[in-house]
């Protein structure tokens, strides 16, 4: 590459000026050779490398993450602490709800006054004659080291002189050269936090860290701990203090605080505390932080709701109160933090009241309640179940929105309203609401210092809210006696000196206090409007032009609250009102609420309804003109399994038996190639009116593949499409490669749907009658858990959607379940196995599988679509299930063995057994319900013993689904 003349040539006069300049000795090669295996380098150097000489500026990533994990434990730690502590909330204290974990890593933004001193780390710039950059430290003699220029001593100065203390150094080497000097990480000092706090100890921080920051690493003051007198202590004597009153009301106090090595953060007990109620600004504005408080609120706002939107509300609620818990495995880890009385304290009066928590069960019951609290919200959600509500909490939200849509005008209540419980005012402030269903203020705990008045404690509080009394505010203290005082202070005057314990009140303003007057219902802009004296409802309406095109005019209703408190009804012709007639242009008054109506209102809904094998059939919105092409096109495309040629139209006559028109329904479909609406004869294409109905229907037994499943012990187990019109069982298993050296035919299983489809939750009316529908067993007394409680709406629910051929079967199948136990807790596990087989649609035939593999015709059956054959693996044991000493016992057979001799080796029949009941189900499937104690024993059979005080259930009716478990395990291992 050729390089321009004069560019050589200036470059060597650089050169040459700066060897001139340099000092005798000093070699600028062997400096730059320097500078570079220390990390410095010039302009067109490369970017340096990190120092070898400086220990790593940042930890390991396995350091990191044990500090991680170290800071969330103690994080988990202090809010633990936090929770026990009861009582109202204090001032303040939000500066400490979250750890604020600083770095000492710097963009070299520190000011000129910051003093420098051993662990800081600067970087120093180097530019003019000389240019390089070099990361220093300053060591433990408060020096720093510039490689082949020498030592600068910086410790204990400032920043802005240190800069000078080092040009001065690398002058002497390099004339006519710039310095500058930037921090790029704090030094770490160890301060120690002792007093009332949370976790007292040593913390490492940045030299620069706020006093709020130090504390908030050891959780902040505790509920005794003051936050008037913070004190930095060095040597034994008290360097510098905080107040964070003023830094947190006002923004005032400098809680910045050059921290030195050994420093101590002192937090003394607090002085005087005083508690604010009512309507101060930061009292009763402050977020709601307890979740028994959020529930509250929302509860309360269903008092005049729609009776469905309640239903489904209180189960979301209770579902989300569930959600909120921590998972179980967090929970227990915490509870090693708390102490034992505080999972007792838990379920608080307000909880039970809510019924979101059931009573905590006492020693004795305990153990067998974690189930009943676990359904109720109480006991902590595994992660497995946490899933399942989740799940279930997005289908109840669902169902929701679309009940919001209530119609316009309906007042209905649809409860008996309870004496003395009045409806929440939905338009008071979140405070005033909660006031009012709790029937306590809002509170606050501040601390005052000596001398402080009344006067500091509203500065404090942020002033009283505009609904407070204007007249004057209340305190109570103890007197030297111990009886309770009370005291008007008042707003204007000589405020009064607060003490410890002492109780300052601001109450509301109740009664109307408004001058307005609210338009609702179907007007332009509903809303709350100004009232002048002497204004009339058809001025106001005309003034502000509320009244639309298809308002109802003759009629409009007037809601009138007395002062009593009780209210009175007006009606009006909206028409006549708006004309000034006197008889209609009623006189308004304060508080009053006007509401109007449309012309919908007077009509009912017209429909029409679409059925069939559709992608969208539902009801659909009667429209004038339209015709049947037209719903059809609405209710989407047909599909595989429908007819596409012909359709019915049903008429309704009057309560009469329909009128039914049969439609040509290939020339009514629209494709990709056109649309009928060109289609006008109503003979072909029928103009539609209200309540009309069409029908489409599907083609007979139609499958897109008709599918059976064989597993267990057959040369290849899986999934068959039929390609026959009627396989059977025998064709089935010799096209599956035959059975296996260990199959037992004898006790196969054959599976056949029965009870039609599983119901489908997720339509919402289903859901909705479902929850709203009681349940008979609950009636009888029989909807108990076993602690005695009612079962939670969530569980009745999933019992009445099961098919009713399943009850009872699944009863037994929780009783085989309950035969494993958590090893550290004891608690009784579900087995997956077990839950997997709970079908509810499924039911068991008896089939002679030897003798269809045998060729006998009579015994095959003939396959449908659906259908799941398990072969199990051959066994030589019985099986005894029910109220035996050994609820699910397995034994190996005897010959000669009969049913009495099983009863004997399971230990004998319980008290709650019905003797009579026994029934013996064969491998096969088949039961034999006389004479059973006598009955001879095969392998795969099962004894069934029943409880003699649930003879209500239908388990007996439906013993073929119950399948002998521990064969059908055998046949998937």
């Given at each position: ?25 000093l070699?600028?090669q ?19 490398a ?12 396995e350091?990191?993450a044990?500090?991680?994990?170290a ?12 929770r ?32 420098l ?13 000389a240019?390089?950059?070099l ?24 920043l ?11 002058g002497?080497?390099f ?21 009332e ?18 504390l ?7 509920a005794?701990g003051s ?37 101590t ?7 005087n ?13 402050a ?18 709701g ?18 909120a ?10 509870n ?6 505080e ?10 009241w809510?019924?979101?928590v ?16 676990a359904?109720?919200?109480?006991e902590p959600l ?16 669902r ?32 405070w005033?609401?909660?006031w ?15 001398g ?7 500065r404090?509080?942020g ?21 309770l ?16 314990g ?44 509320q ?7 003759a ?7 007395l002062?009593?408190?009780?209210t ?10 708006l ?6 242009n ?24 679409l059925?069939?094998p ?6 659909f ?6 015709r ?12 595989k ?12 006559r ?14 009514l ?24 109905q069409?029908?489409?229907?599907e ?30 069982l ?12 260990e ?14 489809e ?8 289903k ?7 009681p ?8 909807a ?31 009783r ?6 958590q090893g ?12 997997g ?18 060729g ?20 030589d ?12 016992a397995?034994y ?7 049913v009495?001799d099983?009863?004997k ?25 006389s004479?059973?104690?006598?009955r ?9 013993v ?28």
């Open positions: 590459m050729r390089v321009p003349i004069s560019r050589t040539i200036l470059a060597l006069a650089v050169a040459t000026t700066l060897s001139a300049q340099l000092p005798q000795g070699d600028l062997a400096l730059k050779q320097a500078a570079s295996a220390q990390g410095v380098g010039g302009a067109a150097d490369s970017v340096p990190r120092s070898t000489a400086l220990p790593a500026t940042s930890p390991t990533p350091e990191a044990r500090q991680l994990d800071d969330d434990k103690l994080d988990r730690e202090i809010q633990a602490l936090k026990r502590e009861k009582g109202p909330r204090r001032f303040a204290a939000d500066l400490f709800d979250v750890r604020q974990r600083g770095s000492a890593a710097t963009e070299g933004g520190i000011a000129e006054d910051y003093v001193g051993t662990g800081d780390r600067l970087n120093l710039n180097v530019f003019g004659s240019t390089f950059e990361p220093v430290q300053v060591d433990g003699r408060g020096e720093i080291v510039i490689p082949k220029v020498g030592t600068a001593k910086v410790g204990g100065l400032t802005g002189r240190a800069k000078q203390v080092v040009q001065g150094v690398v002497r080497n004339s006519r050269s710039s310095v500058d000097l930037q921090v790029i990480k704090l030094r770490e000092v160890r301060v120690f936090v002792l007093g706090v949370y976790k007292p100890g040593s913390y490492l921080v940045s030299s620069l860290s706020s006093l709020v920051n130090v908030s690493l050891a959780g902040g003051p505790t005794v936050y008037r007198d913070i004190r930095v202590m060095r040597g034994g004597q008290k360097v510098a203090g905080l107040d964070l009153y003023p830094l947190r009301a006002e923004g005032l106090g400098n809680p910045n605080v050059a921290l030195q090595n050994g420093d953060l002192f937090v003394p007990m607090a002085q505390q005083v508690t604010l109620e009512g309507t101060f600004a930061r009292v009763a504005l977020p709601v932080q307890d979740r028994a408080d959020e529930q509250l609120l929302q509860l309360g706002a269903l008092q005049s729609d009776e469905d939107e309640a239903l489904l509300e209180q189960e979301i609620l209770r579902l989300e109160y569930q959600m818990q921590a998972p179980r495995e967090q929970a227990q880890e915490e090693l933090v708390r102490n034992g009385a999972a007792a304290d838990r379920s608080s009066s307000q909880d039970l809510l019924g979101l059931p009573k905590v069960p006492t020693a004795r019951n305990q153990g067998t309640d974690t189930k009943t609290r359904s109720n919200g109480a595994a992660l497995e179940e946490r899933l399942a509500v989740e799940a279930r909490l997005a289908q109840l939200r169902v929701l929105a679309a009940l919001k849509l209530r119609a316009r005008g309906d007042h209905r209540i649809l409860k008996e309203p309870v004496a003395g419980q009045e409806p929440v005012d939905e338009s008071l402030p979140e005033r609401r909660l009012d269903l709790k029937g306590v203020a809002p509170r606050m705990v501040f601390e005052m210092k000596p402080e008045t009344t006067a500091d404690a509203l404090y509080a002033g009283l809210l505009p609904e407070s009394s204007p007249a004057s505010l209340t305190l109570r203290r103890r007197g030297p006696d111990g009886a005082q009370a005291v008007d202070v008042p707003l204007v005057g000589a405020p009064a000196v607060l003490g410890w002492d109780v300052l009140s601001a109450l509301p303003r109740r009664g109307p206090q408004e001058r307005a007057v609210t338009v609702q219902g179907w007007a332009r802009v509903p809303g709350s409007f100004a009232r002048t004296e002497g204004l009339r409802v058809g001025d106001l309406l005309a003034r502000e032009s009244v639309l095109p298809d308002t109802y005019m009629r409009g209703e007037i809601v009138r609250q002062p009593d408190g009780t009175r009804f007006l009606s009006f012709d909206l028409a006549k009102a004309q000034k007639d006197p008889s209609h009623l006189l308004l008054e304060d508080r009053d609420r006007v509401e109007l109506y449309r012309l919908q209102d007077l009509r009912l809904p017209r429909t029409v309804k059925l069939g559709v992608t969208r059939p539902g009801i919105p009667f429209h004038e003109g339209m049947a092409s037209d719903l059809i096109f609405r209710a989407g495309l047909p599909l399994s429908a007819d596409r040629l012909t359709a019915e139209l049903a008429r309704s009057d309560g009469k038996p329909s009128e039914v028109v049969r439609l040509d329904l290939a020339r479909l629209s494709t990709e190639a056109g649309s009928p609406v060109g289609i006008q004869d109503d003979a072909q294409n029928p103009r539609l009116q209200p309540d009309d069409i029908s489409l229907f083609k007979p037994d139609y499958r897109v593949h008709r599918t059976v499943r064989i597993l267990g012990q057959v040369a290849r187990p899986g999934s068959y499409t039929m390609d026959t019109e009627r396989p059977t025998a064709q089935l298993i010799q096209r599956a490669g035959g059975l296996t050296r199959a037992m035919p004898k006790a196969g299983i054959f599976l056949r749907s029965m009870g039609g599983t119901p489908e939750l997720e339509d919402p009316l859901l909705l009658e479902a929850l709203k529908k349940d008979p067993r609950a009636q009888a007394g029989a108990l858990g076993a602690s005695g409680q009612e079962l939670p709406p969530s569980k009745r629910l999933v019992q009445q959607a099961q098919d009713p051929s399943s009850k009872g079967v699944n009863d037994i199948l929780e085989l379940n309950e035969t494993r136990r550290a807790t004891g608690q009784l596990l579900r087995g997956p196995l077990m839950h087989l709970i079908t509810g649609s499924l039911n068991r035939m008896v089939v002679d599988f030897e003798a269809a593999l045998n006998n015709a009579q015994a095959d059956v003939e396959l449908q679509d659906g259908d799941e054959i398990v072969i199990p693996r051959a066994t044991a019985a099986y005894v299930v029910g109220e035996t000493a050994s609820p699910f397995t190996k057979v005897q010959k000669g063995m009969k009495s099983m009863l080796l399971a230990g004998g029949l319980t008290h709650n057994a019905d003797y009579w009941g026994v029934r013996l189900l064969k491998a096969d499937g088949r039961i034999l319900d004479w059973v104690q006598g001879a024993v095969e392998p795969g059979d099962t004894v069934l029943p409880q003699r005080f649930r003879r209500d259930t239908s388990w007996q009716e439906n013993l073929q689904a119950l399948t002998p478990l521990a064969l059908v395990l055998n046949a998937i291992k």
